[in-house]
């Protein structure tokens, strides 16, 4: 069975983008993608396409109408904030069975101003409490349940804004590159305690896109510059008793990295950076130890310390992170990839991880439901 290899990477600037559509957007990720691998529309094999908000427009297909409607297979691919990575899991299973030999996969969306929520429900939440099932509020109670487990502080929690705002300072496609101070994260607008604003994943427009190949074709395009997918791995709820009525953001992550680190064979111990799904400041403190980076109620300590800051240990979220590089649903999970194939190429930069060669990436999806995903990639 064939190794898969990204060959070619492209993403635009996120930010707000009135004035052109959400295919549109997609359609310039994709050619960026395929102008940095060398190739043109008429050798893809495959496209898979991911959005939340445009899910039921066939988005591939429009896509492809700006940029060569081709007659290949198109797969579009929904799955919540883990939309990106389900359509490159999809396009990675592809490979691996035989199927194709080069594939597109674009990520793109145009988000809703305002809060952004789950799915509808039909009538009242069932927990029977207003506002509960908004992403702020649930992220906010997992914060506070770690707080009640392992004392970790609500400083704490803010450190991580001030990191990966820091960390998008230095990223030019980040739609926000301003450093924000500990008591300026703190003094932002409280959304749910302990989440003010700024710990908030910034609601903006974006594109991505990666073309995936088979060994035998990274060998013909040349090996400088492929970085391989180790690693590939999702996960949907296990049954937990608060499950059916809260979302549990922990476990499904837990399950994916499981299943990741042991295709990939490697540990946390072998990761260079990683890029996690920081939806919100909460959420990177429970999957630093979801991941494996540290031990239960380690958390807290190791963002104080500096370990996941540009220079510790372990960075991540060096790109800005979706706090400040921005969250377009459908395009998040390709996004993250990009930069650690840009990191493991060393093609970023002021934020370039020193000798990087193994990275990781993970999303989480909330939709009624969870799914969680995991990829590891190593420069080939």
Same mark, same amino acid.
């Given at each position: ?7 070619? &990477? +492209? ?8 004035? #052109? ?28 396409? /991911? ?11 429009? *896509?492809?109408?700006? *940029? ?45 101003? +305002?809060?952004? !929520? ?32 392992? =004392? ?10 001030? %990191? ?27 959304? @749910?305690?302990?989440?003010? %604003? ?17 060994? %035998?074709?990274?060998?013909?395009? !040349? ?43 490697? =540990? ?12 919100? &400041?909460? @959420? ?28 510790? #240990? ?6 800005? !992170?979706?706090?400040? %590089? !921005?969250?377009? *649903? =459908?395009?998040?999970?390709? $996004?993250?990839?990009?930069? *650690? ?8 930069? &002021?934020?370039?991880? /020193? +000798? @990087? #060669?193994? +990275? ?6 909330? =939709?009624? /439901? ?9 420069? $080939?």
């Amino acid at each position: 069975m064939t190794d898969v290899f990204i060959v070619g &990477a +492209g993403m635009i600037k996120f930010g707000r983008y009135p004035d #052109r559509t959400y295919f549109q957007l997609g359609a310039e990720a994709a050619l960026m993608a395929l102008d940095d691998a060398g190739l043109g529309i008429k050798d893809v094999g495959a496209v898979y396409a /991911s959005s939340t908000f445009n899910a039921a427009s066939m988005l591939g297909q429009k *896509i492809l109408q700006q *940029i060569g409607q081709t007659g290949v297979p198109c797969i579009n691919v929904s799955n919540a904030c883990a939309s990106g990575a389900s359509a490159v899991r999809e396009a990675f299973t592809g490979i691996k069975s035989g199927l194709y030999d080069i594939v597109l996969v674009v990520g793109a969306e145009k988000n809703p101003s +305002g809060m952004l !929520g789950g799915s509808p429900v039909d009538g009242p939440p069932p927990e029977g409490l207003f506002g509960s099932v908004t992403m702020p509020a649930l992220f906010a109670e997992a914060g506070m349940v770690h707080t009640n487990a392992y =004392g970790t502080t609500l400083e704490q929690f803010a450190q991580v804004a001030v %990191k990966n705002h820091h960390h998008a300072t230095m990223n030019p496609k980040a739609a926000y590159q301003k450093e924000t101070p500990l008591d300026m994260v703190l003094a932002s607008e409280m959304i @749910a305690y302990p989440l003010t %604003k700024l710990m908030c994943s910034a609601n903006v427009d974006g594109a991505a896109a990666l073309v995936l190949v088979s060994e %035998k074709r990274a060998r013909e395009l !040349g090996m400088a510059r492929a970085v391989r997918i180790r690693g590939s791995a999702m996960a949907s709820d296990v049954f937990e008793p608060r499950s059916p009525e809260m979302l549990e953001p922990n476990s499904v992550t837990r399950l994916a990295a499981a299943r990741a680190y042991e295709m990939a064979g490697v =540990g946390p111990e072998d990761l260079d950076l990683v890029e996690l799904h920081d939806c919100f &400041a909460t @959420a990177e403190i429970l999957h630093y130890e979801n991941l494996g980076l540290c031990a239960a109620g380690e958390a807290g300590r190791m963002i104080s310390s500096g370990e996941t800051a540009l220079g510790g #240990r372990i960075p991540v979220n060096v790109s800005g !992170g979706l706090l400040s %590089k !921005g969250h377009p *649903i =459908g395009a998040t999970g390709v $996004a993250n990839m990009i930069e *650690i194939v840009e990191q493991l190429r060393g093609e970023v930069g &002021a934020r370039q991880v /020193s +000798g @990087a #060669r193994i +990275g990781m990436t993970h999303v989480l999806g909330f =939709g009624g /439901s969870s799914a969680a995903g995991v990829h590891i990639f190593e420069k $080939a």
